[in-house]
């Protein structure tokens, strides 16, 4: 059974015009409340923390969300993110899972999944996979082994580490290059961990619709010298539902 804690969460969206593509400033809720409700999924004999970020309009798809190989689900990206969307009427789900093994990584992930499957929560079948860094490998290995097209509709990741930093011919593409659903990675063009030219050279070789958005001038960490954080995440945000926007339409 789900243990809740509900905390009302007033969120404020910032959108910058120029990257609206599909979208319309008026189709953006720049204002809407959402609820935050915690929660814990069991893992074994452990738990895995968890929070949803609830909007506060009817909702029928969802995104869930975790971190890199440091930090928790309250890193500032992903807090940033499912605030912004929840407050555009996706249901989003945080989760923890502290650990530098991959596999770990994974099965904590395919738990939240077959916890997701079976609620009765709120009701939402459809979910977005996603991640960051060393998360988004995670999310990317869970979506290769899924063939529910209902249940999966595309994986996101954010500075998805394609390689250590500066060893270029170590290449981590194995999971991207099985994955079966649309894919969108948001990547900094000054990322260490994901060199420009070989990303796009692995995005050559998947066979399924891929996007994939440059920060410019962004590192790993999605930090621009002279640059806002809540400036980057405003158009990393808006890129990321645009791309979702596209499927529910």
């Known amino acids: 059974m789900m243990e809740q804690v509900r905390v009302p969460l007033f969120c404020t969206g910032k959108v910058l015009p120029a990257e609206l593509d599909i979208m319309t400033m008026q189709e953006v809720k720049h204002l809407a409340s959402v609820e935050t409700v915690q929660l814990k999924i069991p893992f074994g004999e452990k738990i895995l923390n968890a929070i949803y970020t609830v909007p506060n309009v009817p ?11 440091g930090g928790d689900m309250n890193f500032h990206q992903l807090v940033s993110m499912t605030k912004f969307l929840a407050s555009n009427g996706i249901l989003c789900l945080r989760f923890t899972c502290k650990g530098l093994n991959l596999d770990y990584r994974i099965r904590a992930y395919r738990a939240v999944m077959e916890y997701l499957k079976t609620s009765k929560d709120y009701g939402v079948k459809s979910w977005f996979l996603g991640g960051r860094s060393m998360g988004s490998r995670a999310a990317a290995s869970i ?15 954010l500075s998805f580490p394609l390689h250590p ?11 991207l290059l099985l994955v079966h659903h649309p894919v969108l990675l948001i ?20 066979p ?35 791309w979702i926007r596209e499927f529910l339409q």
């Open 59 to 69: 909702f029928t798809q969802g995104v869930i969300l975790t971190h890199g190989a």
């Open 143 to 157: 979506v290769k082994e899924s063939h529910d097209e209902e249940l999966v509709k595309g994986l996101i990741c």
């Open 165 to 175: 930093p500066k060893q270029q011919s170590t290449l981590r593409s194995e999971e």
């Open 187 to 206: 990547s900094g063009s000054a990322d260490d961990m994901c060199e420009k030219g070989l990303l796009e050279s692995t995005l050559n070789q998947m």
């Open 208 to 242: 399924v619709a891929v996007k994939v958005h440059w920060v410019e001038g962004a590192s790993h960490g999605m930090e621009v010298k002279g640059r806002a954080k809540e400036d980057i995440m405003a158009e990393i945000n808006t890129e990321v539902l645009s």
